[in-house]
């Protein structure tokens, strides 16, 4: 994700005890720090149907309770009963409309739940005990059918059985769904239309509030209450609509027209977050669009094309993301592994550091969607430009050679804990890995070992279900740990070459700067020597070596790392096709003699012209 979780910026995550009053006493915000930007509150609640959704509140707090109990004359009982026969005609032609829209986009058992709501427009009884109320106690519409449904309602939720407590609930949706017909016909304009895409704050989960009377599904659900084996639930699962219920206070904090961030994934809504906030989930949802609608899709058929080179040489091809969007896209794209999943959203979204819990909850989501592939987890990475105040108090001199990656990590060891156990208990049963980042020599990768050793031993003291294998490996990003390859290769589990760090670290070009990070489009022929003798070596020792990073994408570059030796590459999805279309017009063994040459330059020009050269080639044999 651009900004928040691209290779190319920093990022951040935290760890800490199962005993989390101490640590959180050490992670809060040094003295006299800058306060968080103000943000409204994050409400947490029961996921019903997982996804990411930004937008605009619509409130639609329907309590039949509370339907005012009017008397009518006797002349007016006939004008009453009419519109009650109205409503229910109205009703039954939008669910009739409802279910032909919904043919194909729904299971069909789901689908004949609203089967259930029609027959309850055609229930004699309830009909008949409207129509008493109006006839025999000149009682209004409104107040008739409230009545009849709140009594209904009261008696079946006394009752143990689930499907009567079912029935409760679906005639109160046809009672509501014939009340908000009586509204409209009864203004001489229609009312102003919600807005569009809203996201729907209600006080209980119902299908009548998924679809407005046009029958046009919202963008996302949050509720007071409401349960999660409702017919509501069953059809946001299948309509895949992000739910959240059980949410405390949402109607006290919730108001129309407030901005929200629903991550029914997590499990929280965040309200009128800060522009920053807003910014970075706004880019995660883009990222990872295309995986909404895709689950259940067949994969593409330019992402079932095999990642082999021109000469048939064969590449293994990983998921790098960011957020949970992007691990579904990958999975949908056909990516059966995320090789990197850089774990700094949660961090970045608070002014305080994410609970265990949260981190668990986060993890966890983001092994299932990962659907039994493997996922590596890159341990918090994050300096302080970012300016988050709970991990670095201060702005550092020089951010990317000052307390970033594990380094910050070692000096709040909280965080490290809490991450450590938040990846090992949401790992239980699955094959997750854990890598090191901005590690400098082989003491990082130990005491980082040592650090998961006693934090497995706290979880078996606490009695915690957590997966007690799990691989560690270290990112190779400094001119250190590249010239240590040949030990980290005798210690490490596996390695990672975070191409855009490490060519920053190797050339001393910032980033930042656009005019120098020119510098970093192409590869220099000393990075390539660099890169080559760590590929000769993770070889012969028989180490699993990948790479990553958004100059590793580049059609050209990716040709002169296959020539270098790498045959592992961890992609975010979006870049997937692209770099498929390249791979298959590089030949390998081509490939091979023009990074070698290449790396014999003197100098990045000379490299760029070979590389153009090459590469207008196709990188073809002579």
């Known amino acids: 994700m651009a900004g928040m979780a691209s290779e190319t910026s920093p990022e951040s995550e935290g760890a800490g005890r199962s005993d989390e009053s101490a640590p959180d006493q050490a992670l809060a915000p040094a003295e006299g720090a800058a306060p968080a930007p103000a943000s409204g509150p994050i409400l947490r609640g029961a996921t019903v149907a997982p996804g990411l959704v930004l937008g605009r509140v619509h409130r639609q707090d329907h309590d039949l309770v509370k339907e005012r109990v009017e008397r009518v004359p006797l002349d007016e009982i ?16 939008q669910l009739l409309d409802l279910k032909a829209r919904l043919t194909g986009r729904v299971r069909e058992e789901d689908a004949r739940i609203l089967d259930t709501h029609l027959a309850y427009l055609r229930d004699s009884a309830f009909i008949a005990d409207v129509e008493n109320l109006i006839l025999n106690e000149q009682m209004r519409l409104e107040g008739a059918i409230g009545k009849v449904v709140g009594d209904f309602d009261r008696i079946f939720r006394l009752v143990q059985n689930e499907a009567l407590r079912q029935s409760a609930v679906d005639l109160r949706d046809v009672g509501i769904r014939v009340l908000r017909n009586l509204e409209q016909r009864a203004t001489e304009r229609p009312a102003a239309p919600p807005p569009r895409d809203y996201i729907l704050v209600g006080r209980e989960l119902s299908i009548v509030d998924m679809f407005n009377l046009a029958n046009e599904n ?36 919730v108001r129309e027209g407030d901005f929200v961030i629903l991550d029914a994934t997590e499990g929280l809504v965040r309200v009128n977050p800060d522009e920053l906030v807003r910014a970075q989930y706004a880019e995660a949802t883009q990222a990872g669009a295309p995986a909404a609608s895709t689950e259940s899709a067949e994969v593409p058929d330019w992402a079932r094309r095999p990642a082999r080179t021109q000469d048939d040489e064969k590449i293994e091809l990983e ?31 608070d002014g305080t ?16 969607a990962a659907h039994g592939g493997r996922v590596t987890f890159r341990l918090l990475s994050v300096d302080s430009s970012l300016g988050i105040r709970y991990l670095h108090p201060h702005k550092e001199r020089n951010p990317s050679l000052g307390r970033v990656g594990i380094r910050m990590l070692f000096a709040q060891p909280a965080l490290l804990r809490r991450q450590l156990q938040a990846i090992l208990i949401a790992g239980s049963g699955a094959d997750v890995r854990i890598a090191v980042p901005f590690v400098m020599d082989c003491a ?25 294998a799990v691989p560690v490996g270290v990112v190779l990003e400094t001119p250190a740990s590249l010239l240590g390859v040949r030990d980290f290769s005798a210690e490490a589990d596996f390695m990672l070459v975070n191409l855009d760090g490490l060519q920053q670290h190797l050339l001393a070009v910032d980033r930042e700067d656009p005019e120098l990070a020119r510098a970093l489009e192409t590869l220099h022929p000393y990075v390539l020597r660099a890169l080559a003798k760590a590929c000769e070596v993770a070889a012969g020792a028989g180490r699993e070596l990948a790479v990553f990073g958004a100059s590793a994408q580049r ?32 030949d390998a063994k081509a490939a091979t003699r023009v990074a070698r040459t290449s790396a014999r330059s003197t100098s990045l020009s000379e490299t760029r012209f070979r590389s153009l050269a090459e590469f207008r080639h196709g990188y073809a044999r002579p």
């Open 444 to 468: 990082d990768l130990r005491r980082v070992r040592e650090i998961l050793f006693e934090e497995r031993l706290e979880l078996r003291r606490t009695g915690e279900r957590f997966q007690p």
């Open 218 to 253: 919202v963008k996302g659900i949050v509720t007071q209450s409401g349960g999660l084996t409702s017919h509501a639930a069953i059809f946001a699962r299948s309509m895949r609509i992000p739910t959240l219920t059980g949410v405390e206070r949402l109607l006290d904090e």
């Open 353 to 368: 550091p994410p609970s265990r819990e949260a981190l668990v909850q986060h993890y966890a989501a983001v092994v299932g």
């Open 319 to 349: 998921a790098s993301a960011g957020n949970l969007p992007e691990v579904e896209q990958a999975s949908a794209l056909g990516l059966t592994a995320v090789g990197l999943y850089r774990t700094e959203l949660l961090y970045l979204t």
């Open 78 to 93: 006939e004008v009453e009963l009419n519109r009650f026969r109205q409503a229910l005609d109205d009703s039954r032609l």
């Open 555 to 586: 059609p050209e570059n990716a040709a002169h790392l296959i020539g270098c030796g790498f045959r592992r590459f961890a992609l975010p999805p979006s870049a997937l096709q692209e770099f498929l279309g390249a791979l298959a017009g590089i």
